[in-house]
């Protein structure tokens, strides 16, 4: 009997307790998180990223000072380094983009990607890079793999023949967004470091865009 009132007690306690305090069944949370996580990240287009980068191609490397700027599908990527001694800048949408070299030399294509290898002879996936560098899939290509954390961030991704790692996560805002990449397909390599993210306004992309 003693046994009994033990475990009737026991099982009452259990009963009683907030359902708060009780274990959670057990699901996948990475998954949970991800579906939280991505509908915020594809919504969030005005944004400024400003950090570094090395771009890699066979035994060749270049230091490049980065500043990337978006609002609405309007962009500016500023890479400060060795290119037409100091620098290019490029400004387009989704339907086309202009290089700007520092001796003012101006370059326009349909093709960013085929651009920037064409005039600057580095590869450059820019259109990736868009959704890359917020911690997402490119979103008009298909992934081979992906990998979470606990906390539903990619961790590691392979699409378009692109090995894309995330090295670290930084906060900004209610977010928790990339601070380094590292990026590498065959002999051609980049790695990105941000340093701080903003969000951007439309007078600011007025600005950099000269409307």
């Not at 890479?79 to 290089?99: E, H, I, R």
């Not at 005039?119 to 008009?140: H, M, Q, S, Y």
């Not at 993210?197 to 007025?206: C, D, G, M, R």
């Amino acid at each position: 009997m003693r046994v009994l009132f033990i475990l009737s007690l026991s099982l009452l306690m259990t009963a009683c307790v907030p359902v708060w305090q009780q274990k959670p069944i057990e699901q996948n949370s990475e998954d949970v998180f991800w579906k939280s996580r991505y509908p915020e990240l594809i919504a969030l287009n005005n944004w400024e990223i400003k950090g570094r980068s090395v771009i890699s191609q066979k035994s060749e490397g270049w230091n490049v000072g980065l500043v990337w700027q978006e609002f609405d599908g309007l962009f500016q990527v500023k890479l400060q380094g060795p290119f037409a001694q100091g620098g290019a800048v490029l400004k387009g949408d989704k339907n086309t983009v202009s290089l700007i070299l520092d001796d003012g030399q101006r370059i326009s294509s349909a093709n960013p990607d085929a651009l920037i290898k064409e005039t600057l002879g580095i590869p450059l996936p820019l259109e990736a890079l868009r959704d890359w560098v917020r911690g997402i899939p490119f979103a008009k290509e298909k992934y081979e793999e992906i990998e979470f954390d606990e906390q539903g961030r990619i961790v590691s991704l392979l699409q378009q023949g692109w090995q894309v790692d995330y090295k670290r996560y930084i906060p900004f805002k209610d977010y928790s967004m990339p601070g380094k990449i590292f990026i590498k397909k065959a002999d051609q390599g980049l790695r990105i470091i941000i340093l701080d993210w903003e969000l951007t306004s439309k007078q600011q992309a007025i600005e950099w865009m000269g409307l």
